[in-house]
């Protein structure tokens, strides 16, 4: 198929390139390098730089390109940041795949694979999380995820849009083979955070150690970036017009932020020091997918173990100490 990859030089996007390349896709990359990384996308995708938001654009390069499916990773992440400026977020995540939708529709580009969050669920009512459980998110970065959300599923009705929205759990590690990974600035995620405090001989703050869980620390549930992504390529593959495909993307594992810090000592050898800090604004106790519907699709994980996902994150931070400025 011929795909368009928006974000496709962010961390999942780069991922996600070379895993459809990998599978016999041609893919063309958009991307307007804010957060992304130019070094991080595939050599043989078509790379063109520019945003999303830009519907007379875009909808020239499906034509052009004579796309058939577009991937939309392209969004900001950081919760904190959202509470501290909406307006970046709902123009950027919202926003603009507004006008991607439109490009779509005007260039009849029929099917589209959505790029969403846990964070839809907000506090979940139960763990773990089902996809039909209520959206109730709590920062602006969850709300502009699902108004997205809501916007797809009224065009699928009205227009007759194919789509798979996967909501995402915790991504981690990297391409086993270390070329690629994690690069993000500032970075917040736990596992790289550990890894980069560990490579430089710092403490690892722990967010909250009062937390309604066994050991107090929240809990998560890590997903393998390279399964995630090729849970994608099914969903794109399984896409029907007309038919509702909303996926959590998580591992049914629940870890807590101390479980993986002891994990990371065991994966790279290192005595890893943490200290307790107070607890970040906005984290859930405990946020763990019940992912049987996208395994009903056929997905497996190939790397479903902690080590295995912490052992490629290692990897990419080893050889690439300054991410891709190395
Ligand atoms: N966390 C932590 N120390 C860090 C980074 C994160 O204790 O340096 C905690 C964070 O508070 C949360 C968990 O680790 O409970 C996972 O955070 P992350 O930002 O990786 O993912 P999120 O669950 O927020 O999407």
Redesign the pocket.
């Known amino acids: 198929m011929n795909v368009l990859v928006t974000g496709g030089a962010g961390y999942i996007g780069s991922h996600a390139v070379r895993e459809l390349i990998r599978a016999g896709h041609t893919v063309t990359v958009l991307d307007n390098l804010s957060t992304g990384h130019r070094a991080a996308v595939d050599s043989r995708a078509h790379f063109v730089q520019g945003d999303t938001g830009d519907a007379v654009m875009v909808e020239r390069l499906l034509v052009d390109r004579r796309i058939e499916a577009v991937l939309h990773f392209a969004a900001f992440i950081e919760?904190g940041e959202s509470v501290q400026d909406p307006d970046k977020y709902y123009r950027n995540n919202f926003a603009s795949p507004l006008a991607l939708l439109g490009a779509m529709r005007a260039a009849d580009v029929r099917k589209i694979v959505f790029s969403s969050t846990?964070?839809v669920y907000g506090n979940p009512v139960r763990v773990p999380i089902q996809e039909d459980d209520v959206r109730a998110p709590i920062n602006p970065y969850g709300r502009s995820k699902m108004m997205t959300e809501m916007a797809i599923e009224d065009a699928s009705k009205a227009y007759g849009l194919g789509y798979a929205i996967l909501r995402y759990f915790?991504v981690a590690g990297a391409s086993p083979d270390g070329t690629i990974g994690e690069a993000h600035e500032p970075e917040?995620?736990?596992?790289p955070?550990?890894l980069m405090a560990a490579r430089e001989g710092r403490a690892?703050?722990?967010?909250?150690t009062d937390y309604a869980t066994p050991d107090g620390?929240?809990i998560?549930d890590y997903i393998h970036v390279v399964d995630l992504v090729n849970a994608h390529i099914l969903a794109l593959e399984k896409i029907e017009e007309g038919r509702d495909a909303v996926y959590n993307l998580g591992s049914e594992k629940g870890f807590s932020?101390r479980e993986?810090i002891d994990a990371c000592r065991a994966a790279t050898g290192l005595d890893i020091r943490a200290e307790e800090?107070p607890?970040?604004p906005g984290?859930p106790d405990r946020?763990i997918a019940s992912s049987s519907r996208v395994r009903a699709l056929g997905w497996e994980p190939q790397y479903p173990d902690m080590t295995t996902i912490i052992s490629h994150a290692w990897k990419w931070h080893q050889t690439h100490p300054r991410g891709y400025k190395s």
């Open positions: 919760v846990a964070a915790n917040s995620h736990l596992i955070r550990i690892v703050g722990i967010f909250g620390t929240c998560r932020v993986v800090h607890r970040r984290d946020l």
